[in-house]
């Protein structure tokens, strides 16, 4: 009997075990041999400051002290609903020995040489590159100093490729610089105009010397690569005495920033092709479900606590994810059996004590459609257009709303024809978002207004 007993033990050990999945986030980094910038880029860049410098009459100092307070950098636009969307890849080197490397915090989330703070987003970059979710804004006030749009922005590797740029000049003298901005999405103003802090300047892209959807944020206190500044306080920080943001974010930030549920696996393609997300939130009931949360700088010794509330706020299932490993981007999953009772359901996800939550739907009658289908299905016409324009092929019920490229919704209806017409003749030519809710699904197109 005892060693029956025991089978039962192991058999019910292995399949727990079994039902987590996931590790290190599949990701490229730039690294010592992929820099952001060349050499001949910064000189480009240089010249360019100063050329505005001239050209306006500005000023650059080569002060130590933070003068400027600086706000991050990005924000999301208000259509993406991830709890968070970044961590970050690599501070400055701090080390000038090579190929020794160490951050402002004396880690090693750097590449040697490297001069900027990465910030990549994630999880699915490339998705969010193309659906415009984090947005490039200026961390001070000041006057845009150097800018140059229009090269790819697709880029998987270290090459010679031109990025995508806005610097800013502010009051003090200090340049901020934004590099690898997607292509076409820079602000509309020109090298000599001001910005407002927190103002629009450009889409997160992977232009120039690029492993991925990031934004390279620089800091000089004037007008040359030589008076690079580090943002960041910390005990290995030997290029100024004090930080630079008006409120300093932890050197590492622990979080789920993503908690979804799927029937069908996400598929995470090789760079630059646009993974496909196949989240769910609206399933019939009964089976299994898999269950992923995205967790931001992953901390041996932290504890994931994962669980289903039911309707009426009480558990229906839980269990936890121990940390085993440091990683700057994981993920894991479990497959979980699904709730039968119809009603509104949350995944909750906490790490370090930060909650993520994704709620669904059971009960809920699938359109019965298959999302490719369907985007094949719905059709916008004519497009580009003049502000006027037909929406055909969404099913009764599918939520139609507009956003533009700042993500400011514009436009919202619930469909009762199969065809509608939106006008946007009131707003300014450009690009505009039409997104599609229906079933649990969302599906967005894009518009060009002439
Ligand atoms: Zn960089």
């Not at 985007?375 to 916008?380: D, L, P």
Request: with cysteine.
């Amino acid at each position: 009997m005892g060693k029956i007993y025991f089978i039962f033990l192991s058999l019910f050990y292995f399949s727990v075990s079994a039902q987590e999945f996931g590790g290190v986030y599949p990701l490229r980094l730039n690294d010592a041999s992929n820099p952001c910038l060349t050499p001949a880029q910064y000189k480009t860049l240089e010249l360019q400051i100063a050329d505005a410098q001239l050209k306006f009459g500005l000023t650059s100092s080569n002060q130590k002290n933070m003068t400027v307070p600086f706000s991050w950098p990005l924000k999301t636009a208000n259509y993406m609903s991830d709890c968070n969307y970044y961590y970050i890849a690599n501070y400055l080197d701090q080390d000038p020995t090579s190929p020794g490397i160490k951050d402002y915090n004396c880690g090693s989330v750097t590449y040697d040489g490297h001069a900027g703070t990465d910030i990549a987003l994630l999880p699915y970059p490339i998705y969010k590159m193309d659906n415009n979710q984090a947005l490039i804004i200026a961390a001070a006030a000041g006057t845009i100093s150097a800018k140059v749009d229009g090269n790819f922005d697709k880029n998987c590797a270290s090459n010679t490729l031109t990025p995508n740029y806005v610097a800013v000049m502010h009051s003090d003298g200090s340049n901020s610089i934004y590099l690898h901005m997607k292509k076409n999405s820079l602000t509309v103003k020109s090298i000599g105009q001001t910005v407002t802090q927190g103002e629009y300047l450009g889409s997160v892209g992977s232009s120039g010397s690029s492993t991925g959807p990031h934004l390279h944020f620089e800091v000089w206190a004037g007008n040359t690569a030589a008076t690079l500044r580090d943002p960041w306080a910390g005990a290995c920080n030997s290029l100024n005495v004090s930080t630079w943001w008006a409120s300093q974010k932890p050197y590492t930030e622990p979080a789920i920033i993503k908690a979804q549920i799927n029937n069908i696996a996400p598929v995470l393609p090789a760079c630059p092709a646009t993974e496909t997300i196949n989240e769910d939130t609206c399933f019939v009931g009964g089976g299994n479900a898999r269950f992923y949360y995205y967790i931001r700088n992953e901390t041996a010794g932290y504890v994931a606590n994962l669980r289903i509330i039911q309707p009426g706020n009480t558990t229906f299932s839980a269990w936890t994810h121990s940390s085993t490993t440091n990683y700057l981007a994981a993920y894991w999953y479990n497959i979980k059996a699904m709730p039968t009772t119809p009603g509104t359901y949350t995944f909750e996800a906490i790490y370090n004590s930060i909650t993520c939550n994704r709620t669904f739907t059971i009960g809920c009658v699938p359109a019965g459609i298959n999302e490719l289908n369907y985007t094949e299905q719905i059709q916008v016409l004519p497009n580009p257009n003049n502000g006027e324009f037909f929406v055909s092929g969404s099913q009764i019920g599918t939520k139609i709303e507009v956003f533009n490229i700042l993500g400011s919704l514009i436009f919202s209806s619930i469909t009762d024809t199969e065809r509608e017409k939106i006008n946007l003749s009131q707003q300014n030519a450009g690009i505009y978002f039409v997104k599609f809710s229906f079933g649990g699904k969302t599906i967005t197109k894009k518009v060009l207004k002439e």
